[in-house]
């Protein structure tokens, strides 16, 4: 198993590791600072650098079990000692953005009672999908005034870890439609904004909502019955 340093210090930016095996696929590590990419979150991007070396790392993403750095051409061998380099101005800006959906997510669920449905990101814009009946811009507008109070609020942002049937038994701790944490993980990673949300999650977050930074709420869209899309941009993205 690699361990994710990301998980307890997403501002990690590198870190020493070995390879200790590699894949058609891509480059496993036994420690590593690259999230791969999973809950809409993409994977991270960077470099592997060692002794007479360097490979791009072109995705970050997990199979079978592992988790591979793609890399875009020949891979180190296993039991070569490797520097890992993110991307850190790419990372960070999907930091915010992530930070941003959650505060999204929880202006949503309190002030009109709709679960999240569906989500993807990208650095600086992202896409958040609702179980509300109706969506129109005034209301894109309305969310949009919330949502930039309450980042400007500068709320801290925490990671803790629960157990699992602790996590399982808040309800406020799964807004999605679905559970989607797979039955293995225990405990569960918890991101909390204190004051205003908490969620289980499995990404990397910037320590409070002021960094984050202004927010447009680019466009809303009815995608169907009970199924409607916000779409928001990073101001200075």
């Known amino acids: 198993m690699t361990e994710e340093l990301f998980s307890v210090e997403a501002y990690a930016r590198t870190c020493e590791a070995t390879v200790t095996a590699v894949t058609d696929d891509g480059v496993v590590l036994d420690r590593t600072v690259f999230y791969a990419r999973s809950g809409g979150q993409p994977g991270d991007t960077g470099t592997l650098r060692w002794e007479g070396g360097q490979r791009r790392v072109a995705d970050t993403l997990k199979k079978g079990g592992l988790l591979l750095h793609v890399v875009d051409d020949k891979a180190p061998a296993a039991g070569t000692a490797v520097v890992a380099d993110i991307d850190w101005d790419r ?25 999240v449905t569906g989500g993807n990101m990208e650095p600086g814009a992202a ?18 005034e919330k ?33 989607l944490i797979p039955e293995a993980v225990d405990p569960i990673r918890v991101i909390e904004i204190e004051g205003l949300d908490k969620q289980a999650d499995g990404g990397t977050h910037v320590r409070s909502t002021g960094e984050v930074g202004a927010v447009r709420v680019a466009k809303t869209e009815n995608k169907g019955k009970a199924f409607k899309r916000m779409r928001i941009e990073l101001v200075d993205a």
């Open 147 to 179: 949502l930039n109070a309450e980042l400007s609020a500068d709320r801290p942002v925490k990671v803790t870890f629960l157990a699992r049937e602790v996590a399982l038994a808040d309800p406020d701790l799964i807004r999605t439609k679905v559970n």
């Open 127 to 144: 896409r958040m999908d609702f179980e509300l009946e109706s969506i129109t811009p005034e209301f894109g507008r309305e969310v949009e």
């Open 91 to 115: 990372r960070h800006t999907l930091m915010r953005t992530h930070t941003a959906l959650h505060a999204l997510s929880a202006i949503v669920f309190r002030d009109y009672g709709a679960k």
